[in-house]
C-alpha cells in the first residue's frame, strides 16, 4: 500500500505536502527517490513490453524482418534501462541508501543491475551486444540438423535417443545433434567479449558476476555454492552412476565402461537420465491424450490449489505446439513462459506432443505463468516483478513438475488407471535419475565452471571444447562417443549458452530448492511422507506456494526461503 499512497503523491506535486497525513513523515530524499521511481517503473514496464513483443514474435516466426524488429526494440529498452541520467541518479540515491525504505533501495538495485545489460555510457558497445545477441538467437533459432542428408528435427533426435538401441545409429544421431555448435562459434566467440565488455561498463569485473550479483553474490562464493552441493550429493551420485553403466552396458551389449559414454543415454547433454529404471517408463500411458488435454490438464493443477484461471489471453496468444510438417515456419523448439507486459499479458512457447516429458514441462511452464500472475499486483512495483531470485521461478515450476509424477495424481487425471499398483523404489529411483542427481552435477558442475572459465577466467576458445569435455569427464563421468576437437563447439549445442548465459547455476538451486519446498509441504503442511505425496486439490498447498510468489522481487530471498520453511538453503531435503 504504501508504493500507492507515494505514487499519488508524487502525482499531484502542486498541492501542498502538509494536506496528506502520511506526507509529512516523508523525507525530500524519499520524496525524491519516490519521483525518481514511478519514472523509472513506468519507462521500464512500457519498453519492456516493446522488446518482449518484438522478442515474442522473433522467437515465433523466425524471419530477417523479425530479428530486425527485435534488435530495434532491444536498443530502445536499453537507451531507456542504460540511460546514463538514470544511472547516475541511482548511484546518488544509493549513497543516502540507510535514509530510504528498504523497497526503495531493492527497485535502486534493480535500476542498476538492469542497466548494467546495456549501459549507455557505452552506446556503441551495447548497439554491437544487441546485434550480436539477436543474430546468435536467430542462428539458434532457425538451426536445420540433419542426418545422412536429411532434415531431422529436435524432437526426432530426442525420440530416437529415448527408443533406439542400435549403438551406430544412437552416435550418428548424437553427432548430428552437435552439429548447431560449430554454427554458433563464432557469435559466441564476439559475444564473450561484448558481454563482458558491458558489465564491466558498470564496474563489474565481467559477465558472470554481474549475473550472480542478482543473487547478491560473486562469482567464487556462487562457484563455492555449487561445489557445496556436489560434494554433499558425490557419494549418493558415485552409486547411481555406477549402477547405471552396469544396466546401461546390459542394455547393449557392451563391457562396463569407466565413464559412461555420452551417446547410451537418453538425453543430448547427459543432464537428465530417463528411461533406464524398468516400470517408471510413462510415455506408453500418454498414447490416447491430446497435447491440448496436456496443457489444460496442467492448469487444472493449479485451479485444483486455488490459483485463478490462466487469462482468455494466454490460450489466445500462446504458441503451444508442433509446427504441422511441411510448414514454412520455424520456431524456436525450447520451452519457455512469456510476462509480456509485467502486467496480464502472458504466453507460453512450448512445442507439446502427448508424452511423459511435454506433461511435466507442461506443469512446470505454467509454473512460471502462476509465480506472474500471484506477483502482478499493486504492492509490487513493475520493476520488482521477478522472483525472489531467478532460482525461485525455476524451483516453482520444477516443484509442481514434481508433483505431477507422484503416482496417485496420475491416477487421478487418468493417466495411470485406478488399480495400478506402483513399484514405490522403481518411481523414487527414476525421480533421482531424471530430476535430481545427474542435473546437479551437469549444472553446478559442467555447465556453471565452463560459464565462470569463458566469463570471469576469460578462456580462450582455442580450449573451449577440451575444458567442457574436461568437466563433463570429471563432474558428470560421462565421455563422447568419439573425439572431439575444437572444430567442435559442444557447448554452444546448449540453448542457455546463447541466450541465456551465466544462468545455468540458477536451475541447481532450483533443484535443491524444489525438494526442500517439496519436504516442507509433505512433512509440515499435508503429513504425507515425501516420497509420495499428493497435493492435488490441495488448497493450503496453493496458499503456502502462492505467499512466497506473491512477494516477488521485494525481499531478500534468503529471508523468503527461511520465513517459508524454516532452512537455509541445503541439500538435506534432496538426500532423504
Ligand atoms: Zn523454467
Redesign the pocket.
Known amino acids: 500500500m504504501k508504493y500507492l499512497i507515494l505514487s499519488l503523491v508524487a502525482a499531484l506535486p502542486f498541492l501542498g505536502l502538509a494536506a496528506f497525513a502520511d506526507v509529512a513523515t516523508i523525507s525530500p530524499l524519499q520524496d525524491r527517490a519516490d519521483r525518481f521511481l514511478n519514472l523509472a517503473n513506468a519507462g521500464y514496464q512500457g519498453l519492456y513490453k516493446v522488446q518482449s513483443v518484438a522478442q515474442w514474435d522473433a522467437a515465433t516466426d523466425v524471419t530477417p524482418a523479425h530479428d530486425a524488429a527485435s534488435e530495434t526494440a532491444g536498443y530502445a529498452l536499453a537507451a531507456f534501462t542504460g540511460n546514463t541520467a538514470l544511472i547516475n541518479e541511482t548511484k546518488e540515491l544509493l549513497q543516502h541508501r540507510d535514509q530510504l525504505q528498504p523497497l526503495t533501495v531493492l527497485q535502486l538495485q534493480r535500476v542498476l543491475l538492469n542497466a548494467a545489460e546495456g549501459p549507455m555510457t557505452n552506446p556503441k558497445l551495447v548497439l554491437a551486444r544487441v546485434a550480436a545477441e539477436t543474430q546468435q538467437a536467430s542462428t539458434l533459432n532457425s538451426f536445420v540438423f540433419h542426418l545422412n542428408g536429411k532434415v531431422i528435427t529436435a524432437n526426432e533426435i530426442d525420440d530416437c535417443l529415448a527408443t533406439n538401441r542400435d549403438l551406430a545409429e544412437r552416435q550418428a544421431v548424437w553427432e548430428a545433434s552437435k552439429l548447431s555448435g560449430p554454427a554458433l562459434k563464432p557469435g559466441l566467440v564476439k559475444l564473450q567479449k561484448l558481454r563482458n565488455g558491458v558489465a564491466q561498463e558498470l564496474g563489474y569485473p565481467d559477465y558472470f558476476n554481474l549475473q550472480v550479483a542478482g543473487y547478491g553474490m560473486t562469482t567464487p562464493q556462487m562457484v563455492a555454492l555449487q561445489d557445496d552441493f556436489m560434494r554433499e550429493l558425490r557419494p549418493l551420485y558415485l552409486q547411481l552412476h555406477t549402477w547405471v553403466k552396469y544396466e546401461l552396458a546390459k542394455k547393449y551389449h557392451q563391457p562396463v565402461p569407466q565413464l559412461i559414454p555420452a551417446h547410451w543415454l537418453n538425453n543430448r547433454w547427459s543432464q537428465d537420465w530417463s528411461g533406464i529404471v524398468e516400470g517408471a517408463s510413462l510415455d506408453a500411458r500418454f498414447k490416447d491424450k491430446s497435447p491440448e488435454w496436456m496443457v489444460k490438464t496442467a492448469e487444472q493443477f493449479y485451479t485444483g490449489l486455488g490459483f485463478a484461471k490462466l487469462p482468455e489471453s494466454f490460450w489466445a496468444l500462446s504458441d503451444l505446439y508442433p509446427l504441422k510438417p511441411g510448414d514454412a515456419r520455424k520456431k524456436n523448439t525450447h520451452a519457455s513462459?512469456w510476462h509480456i507486459d509485467l502486467d496480464q499479458d502472458i504466453r507460453s512457447l512450448m512445442s507439446v506432443e502427448a508424452n511423459a516429458e511435454w506433461f511435466h514441462t507442461a506443469h512446470?511452464?505454467l509454473g512460471?505463468a502462476y509465480y506472474f500472475m500471484s506477483y502482478t499486483r499493486p504492492e509490487v512495483p513493475p520493476l520488482l516483478r521477478i522472483g525472489a531470485n531467478p532460482a525461485f521461478?525455476?524451483g516453482m515450476?520444477e516443484l509442481i513438475s514434481l508433483a505431477s509424477s507422484q503416482v496417485s495424481y496420475l491416477q487421478s487425471v487418468g493417466v495411470l488407471p485406478r488399480d495400478f499398483t506402483a513399484d514405490q523404489n522403481a518411481f523414487l529411483l527414476d525421480d533421482a535419475l531424471q530430476r535430481a542427481l545427474p542435473f546437479i552435477f551437469w549444472s553446478s558442475g559442467t555447465m556453471t565452471h565452463w560459464e565462470a572459465d569463458v566469463y570471469a577466467g576469460n578462456l580462450g576458445p582455442d580450449q573451449w571444447n577440451a575444458r567442457w569435455w574436461d568437466y563433463v569427464k570429471k563432474f558428470q563421468g560421462i565421455q563422447p562417443p568419439s573425439p572431439r576437437g575444437e572444430e567442435f563447439c559442444d557447448a554452444a549445442t546448449k540453448t542457455h549458452i546463447n541466450d541465456n548465459p551465466c544462468y545455468y547455476y540458477s536451475y541447481a538451486i532450483a533443484t535443491v530448492l524444489k525438494f526442500q519446498l517439496h519436504d516442507h509441504i509433505a512433512r509440515k503442511i499435508l503429513h504425507q511422507p515425501p516420497q509420495n505425496c499428493d497435493y492435488a486439490g490441495r488448497r493450503e498447498v496453493g496458499d503456502f506456494l502462492r505467499q512466497i510468489m506473491a512477494k516477488g522481487g521485494t525481499e531478500d530471498w534468503r529471508k523468503v526461503l527461511r520465513d517459508a520453511t524454516g532452512e537455509d538453503l541445503s541439500t538435506r531435503a534432496m538426500m532423504d
Open positions: 513462459c512446470h511452464e512460471h521461478h525455476e515450476g
